[in-house]
């Protein structure tokens, strides 16, 4: 047995951990000071021990271990005799990592606990080393970026996650505190740590029975009383937007936390208890457990500099907002992509770089056949607005065109919309430009920022106040953006101005939202993509802790 590679295993544990180490018998210590100089000088021998051989043979078919260790002559960094401190520290981690919505199963910390009992020889010991090490980058990996690639979940999640070198991640492990080094690998937004406070109170939550009975009702208004409405207030109560009472009527408390709840959920703040915030009332709090796990893991996707000054559009919020050091300085309702395959908004990251005033748009080819095509082989002249225009850049008489000879594969002409107060993309679009043909734009149909659910666009971004979003842009580089940019506006004719310093804007999708003040918000998953990466998780081996069993 393997006795010196507890040392003090973990700082502070149980006692029945502390005895485990302290059982095992001392002579075994020369197991590890054995290991960790034969490696050394036999491998400055052309020779390896069996422990780094061991080493070497388990760390094979990982590049960046075989290297790490070939490169520190096989010396052992978890089961040496002076490692106890980096194994505690890892071993503590691990221990908690289900508690950040990670795959704990996967680390496997019981099973490395009882690998140290179990092992007998210098070859065991080497396998050991080496699964520690695998364990330890699997989990600093999980933690800092996520544990699942955001595009093998759905198509249409093209963000891409910058990840860590392994080598480098372990040869600077090596060289840190352990403790401070591994609390620093989980995103440190705030909003990472509000979300974790989330999911400790839904998992309290759910193991005491939950909010309660659901609301059977088809609306319910001030002044009404009954069943239905103490059932709403019970529920209300339950999730922190009433004090404790026991009145069966909707007086104004209770209407005034049913705002609250509408505001924290997207709805419309109206008091009134009716279809969509009733769905929404009722949902248990398992379900938004997941929305916390799922949110967890998109902290995760971006976790990296998002830039002092950045926009922030989440697709399930239909808003956009400009962040200046954390802070938010513009906000701004928005129209989304609709449910569909080549409709909804991807996600992604990059950065605006210029804003065009008086805008063309060029019709995207998907569109013409699709949509514009069918119409004209029906009438010639439907959809005047947009000019018609053939491979040479001319614009082409429609009365000269038969459109029924042609399909969506042999339709030789493009459309476009000249610049003008109904165009498509308004007066002003902002570019950061993608292989997406994804932008924030205006636009002539207003009215559809009154909707809740506000799915409507082909994938592109539709602002209610994008003038206002230009102002806040151009107000870094000039004395007076409004006049800058209704300098632009006023010669009616495409203009592009140019971001002296573009601005990285980040197209997300968050259903649970942790904001710095008040309850938690969420979000209805439109896209179904939450729904998505919560079965990728639990595939992966995320569980509720409340609900297992």
């Known amino acids: 047995m393997f006795g010196s590679a507890c040392g003090r295993f973990l700082p502070g544990a149980a006692f029945a951990l502390a005895a485990f180490c302290l059982s095992l018998p001392a002579a075994s210590s020369a197991v590890a000071q054995t290991a960790t100089s034969d490696a050394t000088s036999m491998a400055q021998a052309g020779q390896l021990s069996a422990f780094a051989q061991a080493v070497a043979t388990a760390a094979a078919r990982d590049p960046a271990l075989a290297a790490f260790y070939r490169s520190n002559g096989y010396t052992p960094i978890w089961t040496g005799a002076g490692d106890a401190d980096r194994r505690a520290a890892f071993l503590a981690a691990i221990a908690n ?21 179990d092992v007998q020889t210098e070859r065991d010991l080497g396998d050991l080393e080496v699964q520690m090490s695998r364990d330890f980058l699997q989990y600093a990996r999980d933690v800092q970026t996520g544990v699942l690639v955001p595009s093998q979940v759905d198509p249409n999640i093209v963000r891409q996650v910058p990840q860590q070198d392994p080598l480098e991640v372990i040869t600077r492990f090596v060289k840190s505190d352990p403790a401070a080094f591994l609390a620093e690998l989980p995103p440190q937004a705030p909003e ?3 979300l974790l406070k989330e999911e400790a109170a839904l998992e309290t939550r759910i193991a005491d029975g939950g909010w309660g009975a659901k609301v059977v009702a088809k609306a319910l208004k001030p002044g009404q009383s009954g069943g239905p409405v103490v059932a709403l207030r019970d529920r209300l109560i339950a999730m922190g937007y009433l004090p404790q009472t026991a009145s069966a009527e909707y007086d104004d408390a209770l209407k005034t936390a049913v705002v609250q709840f509408q505001a924290d959920h997207g709805l419309t703040p109206d008091g009134i208890a009716a279809g969509e915030t009733i769905a929404e009332v009722n949902v248990e709090p398992v379900q938004r457990l997941k929305s916390v796990i799922v949110a967890l893991e998109r902290e995760r996707w971006m976790n990296f500099d998002l830039g002092k000054r950045h926009i922030w559009v989440n697709l399930a919020d239909f808003s956009a907002k400009v962040i200046d050091d954390g802070k938010v300085t513009f906000e ?18 990059d950065h605006v770089r210029f804003m065009i005033v008086n805008p063309t748009w060029n019709v995207p080819r998907s569109i013409v056949v699709k949509e514009y095509l069918p119409a004209m082989q029906k009438n010639p002249n439907a959809d005047g607005q947009l000019t018609l225009i053939d491979s040479h850049g001319q614009k082409v008489d429609r009365s000269s065109v038969d459109f029924s000879q042609y ?24 570019m950061f430009p993608n292989k997406y043909n994804i932008y924030l734009h205006d636009t002539p ?10 799915a409507f666009s082909h994938g592109c971004i539709r602002l209610a106040k994008p003038f206002d979003l230009a102002y806040t842009l151009l107000a870094p580089q000039s004395d007076n953006p409004v006049a800058t940019f209704k300098a632009a506006l006023d010669t009616h004719v495409e203009t592009t101005v140019e971001l002296k310093e573009p601005v990285q804007v980040h197209l997300v999708y968050f259903t649970a939202i942790a904001p710095v003040k008040g309850q938690m918000e969420y979000r209805r998953d439109i896209y179904g993509r939450d729904a998505e990466i919560f079965a990728a998780l639990a595939k992966a081996g995320v569980v509720l802790g409340a609900v297992q069993g």
Request: glycine residues 10%; without cysteine; charged residues 20%.
């Open 407 to 430: 399909n969506a594969d042999t339709f030789p002409f493009a459309l476009k919309q000249p610049p003008s107060d109904g165009n498509a993309l308004g007066l002003v679009k902002f």
């Open 445 to 454: 149909t207003k009215y559809l920022f009154s909707h809740e659910v506000r």
């Open 192 to 194: 990472y740590n509000r």
């Open 332 to 349: 701004t309702p928005a129209v989304v992509g609709r449910v569909g395959k080549d409709t909804s908004t991807p996600e992604f990251s």
């Open 97 to 117: 990592a289900g508690e950040q919505g990670l795959p704990a199963a996967r680390y496997d910390r019981a099973g490395l606990v009882q690998k140290f009992h």
